[in-house]
């Protein structure tokens, strides 16, 4: 940020090229002086009286902007004439430093015989005089973009930029901090301070004279740096209307047009009539503000999977349960014109290490062909009945009751080829074991296994129960053989 004084070098110019044109009408006088003294030399002592009648006198040519105004015998006139638009304009402009004129400016030159109009050209100057302000321009980038009354308004209009977005007690902290040489204490758990407030275009001041009506107080300032207007833009609510609407025929977001009507949310209700504001915002500044915020957070912990060949395809196992882990975190959060635009970790610290969860997934493809080994289909129990001829009709298989637990298991490797309800049978499973046998599970509480599945010897079908035609609870197992029925006992171990 840099402040100077503008046009005091182009003065300093001026009055040299003046100085220059001056010395120049001088040499010319000075040359014609020469010549007229010899031609008439004689003719001056003869006639002393005509001699004093040709003095030089001072006249004064007027420019403005660079541009040919006029002559004036007597300066005094025009000045009174510039004191005169001051004081006109000073009621107008009271708390400003007003001055007049300084785009005119004035070349003396030395004559015998004066021949200005001073009523004609006090009369042009009285059109072209300029009333200008001493003021202050805040520049953006190298461009002027505002104008306020002195240095004393530009630092007010930086600092109420910087309190559009932070409140007056955290910018006078963190003007505390920064002008102090002790050390910050360290953040506490879950707490937020603001780290630098970054004016993000490159701003400075210069002192100009300046048309008084472009000088604006602070707040417009701020308000024209902010938003890119001083003037609002509102919308009035017309049948129809909803918040979507209204934004997209304004070339706005909804989310832009609910941050210029604060008093508005997405399921605020519209009047017919109602005023919106809907002026597109073009600020000619940004202005970040960085904080540092430390929080305690959970570390989630990861899950892997690792294959077993140990155990089958479509089996899972946990391995290891996993468990979070614990960290201290401090963030570096960046909001732009009061939105959230990025955060980063700046520093961690590891409280508790997370444990990953590990689930063995078996790979080990399932037989569907059988053995020929059968393994008791239960778990223990005894025969309650065999096959055989009783109650006048032939049992086909053998009954198995009061087990240690109700799980029946597939007695071989096999798929399944029924798995419901077949009447008196109530809830049965038929396993082929693709080696010409096939056995049958009836009667059971409930079924666990899907037409089509692939069992290996051992895994569950279901659980023993006492559905269908049946006098308590037990399992029906019956074996086949190329398709005739065999008696289980003969291939059970």
Avoid: C
Avoid at 129 to 135: L, P
Avoid at 172 to 199: D, F, G, H, M, Q
Avoid at 418 to 445: E, F, Q, S
């Amino acid at each position: 940020m840099f402040l100077k004084r503008k046009n005091e070098e182009q003065k300093d110019n001026y009055l040299e090229v003046l100085s220059n044109r001056r010395s120049n009408i001088m040499k010319k006088a000075a040359v014609s002086m020469l010549l007229i003294s010899s031609v008439s030399f004689n003719m001056a002592f003869a006639n002393e009286s005509e001699n004093n009648n040709n003095t030089l006198k001072e006249i004064y040519h007027i420019y403005s902007n660079g541009k040919y105004v006029g002559a004036l015998s007597n300066k005094k006139e025009m000045q009174a004439m510039l004191d005169e638009k001051v004081k006109g304009s000073s009621s107008k402009y009271e708390n400003l430093s007003l001055i007049a004129g300084s785009n005119l400016s004035v070349i003396p030159e030395q004559v015998f015989t004066t021949s200005t109009n001073d009523d004609a050209t006090l009369q042009k100057l009285e059109e072209l005089i300029e009333v200008e302000a001493t003021a202050f321009a805040l520049s953006i980038n190298d461009e002027m973009a505002v104008y306020v009354k002195d240095l004393e308004a530009y630092q007010e209009v930086i600092r109420k930029l910087k309190l559009h977005f932070v409140t007056e007690a955290e910018l006078n902290e963190l003007e505390a901090r920064s002008s102090s040489t002790e050390t910050l204490p360290e953040l506490k758990e879950n707490e937020t301070r603001i780290k630098e407030i970054v004016l993000k275009e490159e701003v400075s001041g210069v002192t100009v004279d300046v048309n008084p009506e472009k000088i604006v107080s602070p707040d417009d300032a701020v308000k024209l740096l902010l938003e890119g207007t001083l003037e609002q833009e509102t919308y009035k609510v017309a049948e129809g209307d909803v918040l979507g609407t209204i934004a997209s025929k304004h070339n706005l977001t909804t989310a832009e047009l609910i941050k210029i009507n604060p008093d508005m949310t997405e399921s605020s209700l519209l009047q017919i009539g109602q005023e919106v504001n809907v002026t597109v915002l073009k600020p000619l500044i940004n202005v970040d503000v960085l904080y540092e915020k430390k929080a305690i957070e959970v570390i989630n912990h990861n899950k892997k999977v690792e294959e077993s060949e140990e155990m089958y395809k479509g089996d899972t196992k946990v391995k290891q349960e996993g468990s979070d882990g614990k960290r201290e975190a401090t963030y570096l959060v960046r909001k732009e014109n009061g939105v959230e635009a990025g955060q980063s970790v700046i520093e961690e610290t590891i409280l508790v290490e997370p444990k990953d969860q590990i689930t063995l997934k078996g790979t080990k493809v399932i037989p569907s062909r059988g053995s020929g080994e059968f393994a008791w289909p239960a778990e223990g129990g005894y025969i309650s009945s065999k096959m055989g001829y009783r109650w006048g009709r032939q049992h086909e298989g053998i009954d198995i009751a009061r087990p240690s637990g109700f799980d029946i298991k597939a007695t071989d490797n096999g798929v399944v080829v029924a798995a419901g309800w077949d009447g008196t049978y109530g809830n049965r499973v038929i396993v082929d074991h693709k080696n010409g046998y096939k056995t049958t599970y009836a009667h059971l509480a409930s079924i666990s296994v899907s037409v089509g599945d692939v069992v290996p010897q051992g895994s569950k079908l279901g659980v023993m129960g006492s559905t269908g035609r049946s006098t308590g609870t037990h399992l029906h197992f019956e074996v086949e053989k190329n398709g005739v029925t065999i008696n289980p006992l003969t291939v059970l171990k």
